[in-house]
């Protein structure tokens, strides 16, 4: 969104490990940003021991989210513990899948986490969806064959 990473001094990473404001960048291409960069890869390291990891971004979001109709957090595409904070903090789930058979198996683990969240730190959380297909290649066809697939399965929306 043309910042430079390296430049910004306070991120997400600042607001859930260190508790401080959530910093908003305004006005982006026509929208705000809360940033992470590279200081984010060591938040899990720093967060094992930390007294209410699991609702440090949802406290951080509070402030803000009325001025909002919707705020987007970007997850890595792994299970660790900064996806399962930001599914605490979330109202909903949208996961995009690439079409390739792994992230479709990932899927399942996907779904275990999210019951895992219902079932106790938040209550509210719904899957907004789940099929939404990238990086599909219409030449190939075990693409092809995903994207059938998908369509029959009961995660397609």
């Known amino acids: 969104m043309g ?27 026509g929208m705000d940003l809360a940033p992470a ?3 984010l890869s060591t938040a899990e390291m ?17 402030p803000i989210e009325s001025d909002y109709d919707f705020i987007l957090i970007d997850c890595p595409p792994s299970l660790g513990l900064l996806s399962y904070i930001s599914l605490v903090a979330a109202t909903h789930v ?8 792994k992230a479709f198996e990932g899927t399942g683990e996907l779904l275990k986490t999210v019951a895992t ?19 599909y290649a219409q030449n190939l066809s075990l693409c ?14």
């Open 37 to 39: 960069n590279i200081s």
């Open 3 to 29: 910042l430079v990473p390296r430049d910004i001094e306070q991120t997400v990473n600042n607001a859930i490990v260190d508790e401080q404001p959530l910093p908003i960048h305004e006005g982006i291409h």
């Open 94 to 101: 949208l996961v995009p899948l690439e079409t390739h058979f």
């Open 117 to 135: 969240v219902r079932n106790k730190p938040n209550r509210k959380l719904q899957i907004a969806g789940f099929g939404v297909k990238t990086k």
């Open 46 to 62: 720093q967060l094992v021991s930390a007294s209410m990891r699991d609702f440090r971004l949802k406290e951080a979001i509070e």
């Open 144 to 157: 092809k064959v995903f994207v059938t697939n998908l369509s029959r399965s009961p995660l397609s929306i």
